[in-house]
């Protein structure tokens, strides 16, 4: 029986940890060989990418790729979260607010700027995440940390006391959409939080090709040379070439940086090119698969 091998995009539903959507995978394909790039919130929505056996060691590469969100923010009310399943911890009378302060107060938060994540976030702080330290009743203050929003679009504010508004938002991976909202209400003088997140792309990964999380199967996955030969530069390799690599062996190259190492339209491994030979990063050839379908083996006997 061959291992599944291979890399999905899954569409998370509201209301679920992205522990869980790992967990009904594992279940669904038969193997607990599979990773993610990225979580999401329980109250998010939206794409997550799995790798599946050998291809778990494609998540490294795929983990730092840029994100596009749609997202709502309400303005008038801070939560000790940042989000709507935080407590309000102040309010403020945002009926006086326009559309076109809203579109000011954007202007600082897109390009290259320094945000302080949310507080409850997984971050460490002296080895405890700070979600925790928050939860237990600590003031915990992290520090800025450079990201790039590249894109906040805004639909029409829907004005009021709590006034609302849609947003688009791609941004470099590690920006905290909540803390967006955390800091456009805070420019507005009335607090905001979000109350609903949705991510529809990773990298050149769009939720048009996503399976639900309830209905995943073998053949919905990627093969893992589509998936690399999407996200970093392709080497094509000789017969020998390619038993070389797959061997930890460093065959002559013109490449430099990080490629897809690709033999008769299969993923031979992820390598570097440096000094005129290819390094070997991660093998994803027959020998993984086949070491994956051992472990497959090894689990059912277990």
Known sequence: MTAPNGVLLVDKPAGVTSHTVVAMARRQLGTRKVGHAGTLDPMATGLMVLGVGPATRLLTFLVGLDKTYETTIALGASTITDDAEGDVVETADASSITQEAVAAAVVPLTGDIEQVPSAVSAIKVDGKRSYARVRAGEDVALT???????????????????????????????????????????????????????????????????????????????????VASRVLPVVTLGDEDARLLANGRRPRTDAEGIVAAVHDGELVGIARGEGGRLHPVANLGVAAADQAAKDAATEADA
């Open 144 to 226: 800025a940390r450079p990201v790039t929003v590249s894109r906040f679009e805004l639909g029409p504010l829907r004005p009021g006391a709590l006034a609302s508004i849609d947003a688009v938002v791609d941004c470099t991976s590690g920006t905290y959409i909540r803390a967006l909202a955390r800091d456009l209400g805070a420019a507005l003088g009335v607090g905001g939080h979000l109350t609903a997140l949705r991510r529809t792309k990773v990298g050149p990964f769009g939720l048009e090709d996503a399976v639900a999380a309830d209905a995943i199967v073998p053949e919905g996955m990627l093969r893992p040379v589509d």
